[in-house]
């Protein structure tokens, strides 16, 4: 079955940490970049950050730049995505996407 999951979001205080995490099965993740997009209440959805099939190749949206790294582990056949100092205004559903998948996505929340 091929599937990607998100885990890692949740409940943060802002100036916090959070490391997301798109793990694929059913197929290897490393032939693909992996992006990364986020949808927050009653907004548009956002692309957040990319990573090329070589771990390069990175892109970053200016709202994130700077405080967001995206990574990959192929070997582990999974994503990354390093989120520092958060605000609240990156609290949304993050979804990453590689090849034509979809993960379910992972709330994450920066609030005091």
């Known amino acids: 079955q091929v599937q990607l999951v998100e885990s890692g979001g949740g409940l943060v205080q802002p100036g916090g940490s959070l490391r997301l995490s798109c793990a694929a099965s059913?197929?290897?993740?490393?032939?693909?970049?992996i992006v990364w997009y986020r949808r927050a209440p009653e907004k548009e959805r956002e692309l957040v950050a990319t990573?090329?099939?070589?771990?390069?190749?990175?892109y970053y949206a200016d709202s994130v730049k700077g405080r967001f790294t995206t990574s990959r582990d192929d070997a582990r056949n999974t994503g990354f995505l390093q989120m520092n100092d958060l605000k609240p205004e990156d609290t949304a559903v993050y979804f990453c996407?590689?090849?034509?998948?979809w993960g379910q996505g992972t709330q994450v929340t920066v609030s005091s």
């Open positions: 990573v090329g099939r070589t771990g390069e190749g990175h």
């Open positions: 059913g197929f290897s993740i490393g032939a693909y970049a």
């Open positions: 996407k590689a090849a034509n998948y």
